[in-house]
């Protein structure tokens, strides 16, 4: 009998954890429910969100200093 190291059977497990969710989220309607829902309140909050310009933070741009 071989014995399988502890770390390799979570690795194992997670991956078929992560499998058996990503299959329920897609083959069902709740689950297609809520990653639109998800999708739709991730780009509502990138639409809202308030955004920096980067330049005013470079020194090498004179006329933004």
Not at 16 to 32: C, E, M, N, S, Y
Request: charged share 10%; net charge neutral; with cysteine.
């Amino acid at each position: 009998m071989q014995i399988i190291p502890l770390h390799r059977f979570y690795h194992v497990s997670g991956i078929i954890v992560a499998i058996v969710l990503a299959l329920l989220l897609i083959g069902t309607a709740t689950g297609r429910y809520t990653l639109a829902w998800i999708y739709l309140q991730s780009t509502e909050t990138m639409t809202n969100a308030t955004h920096i310009s980067l330049d005013r933070l470079d020194p090498t741009c004179p006329q933004c200093m």
